[in-house]
């Protein structure tokens, strides 16, 4: 019975001791995106009473929604050193309007220092445009492209900005 019992436990060892071995390779090549494209669908923007989750912030002074976006880079190795071009425009989100280019500004380029893994900027749009046009849903595919290092995650390069105008305002007291 020992020798039965040997017989199979052994070679049933074996085989599970040299099949644990993970041959999948992962890929840890570094990897330029946008963090705010991963949300989904789209990057929605409608207001939210709780701090911590705001993707925005209201900036009064100044009659602007600030809208938080930026780049990152995965993988692992050395950080930073790139820069990227930022552009908006396309086509918008289902049920919305394309927001005017004279309602929002933003940078048209970032960049990630040396020994970082990231950087954010500001879509700042015009707080009396959204107040003017409180009834409508506007939307801004936010691209960034002619990356100076690595390379990009071709899926998350773009970020459909989808703004709630009336949440937004509404949840703001505005």
């Known amino acids: 019975m020992k020798k039965l019992l040997y017989a199979v436990l052994l070679p049933l060892a074996a085989v599970l001791l040299s099949s644990c071995e993970d041959e999948r390779e992962i890929d840890v090549t570094p990897r330029v995106y946008m963090p705010q494209s991963t949300w989904g669908q789209t990057y929605v923007v409608n207001g939210t009473q709780s ?13 602007k929604v600030n809208i938080f976006l930026g780049v990152y880079q995965s993988g692992v190795g050395e950080l930073g ?3 990227v071009d ?11 309007m394309l927001l005017p280019e004279s309602a929002y ?3 048209s380029k ?17 707080l009396h445009f959204l107040l003017k046009n409180r009834s409508t849903d506007y939307s801004l595919p936010v691209s960034i492209s002619n990356l100076t ?26």
């Not at 970032?110 to 015009?126: C, H, M, P, Q, T």
């Not at 998350?156 to 709630?164: G, Q, R, S």
């Not at 105008?165 to 949840?171: I, P, Y």
């Open 149 to 174: 290092k690595w390379q990009f995650n071709d899926k998350y390069t773009t970020t459909k900005v989808h703004i709630k105008t009336s949440e937004l305002l509404s949840k703001e007291g505005l």
């Open 105 to 107: 500004d933003m940078p």
């Open 86 to 96: 930022i552009s908006a425009g396309g086509v918008p989100v289902d049920e919305t």
């Open 81 to 83: 050193g790139f820069s």
């Open 51 to 63: 701090k911590d989750n705001k993707n925005y912030e209201i900036d009064k002074a100044n009659n």
């Open 110 to 126: 970032i960049s990630v220092a040396e020994g970082k893994r990231e950087n954010y900027f500001w879509l700042e749009v015009d």
